[in-house]
């Protein structure tokens, strides 16, 4: 499975800002996808994050700013942020667990990073 995310990028405090990703591959079931978000020298945290049965689930620091959502396909997955504070400045990261022909179970999937900058 390979996970596609984009919509990074600058914004001034109070802005916006839709991130993306994208899952493909061959036959794939991904239970629960989201977004993580890790500060240098910091431990990878959970932002938000969807299952499958559309429950959702958020870090107490975006709870109220950030929206999570998942297409009816479930191979994309959308955070929508909003009122965004200089602390939301770390590189977020598209999540997914899941199965996947050739794989030997269930497993975490990773796309590639994309910087978020919340500056003035």
């Known amino acids: 499975v390979q996970l596609q995310a984009s919509g990074g990028g600058l914004v001034q405090p109070g802005g916006s800002l839709r991130l993306s990703c994208a899952a493909s591959g061959s036959r794939f079931r991904l239970n629960e996808m989201g977004w993580y978000r890790q500060a240098p020298g910091k431990q990878r945290e959970l932002v938000a994050r969807v299952t499958s049965g559309g429950t959702t689930d958020y870090a107490d620091s975006v709870k109220g700013r950030f929206t999570i959502s998942r297409d009816v396909a479930k191979t994309t997955v959308w955070l929508q942020m909003n009122s965004l504070k200089p602390e939301d400045t770390v590189v977020y990261y598209c999540?997914?667990?899941?199965?996947?022909?050739?794989?030997?179970?269930?497993?975490?999937?990773w796309g590639q990073g994309t910087q978020v900058t919340v500056s003035s």
């Open positions: 999540h997914g667990f899941g199965i996947a022909d050739g794989s030997t179970g269930y497993g975490n999937y």
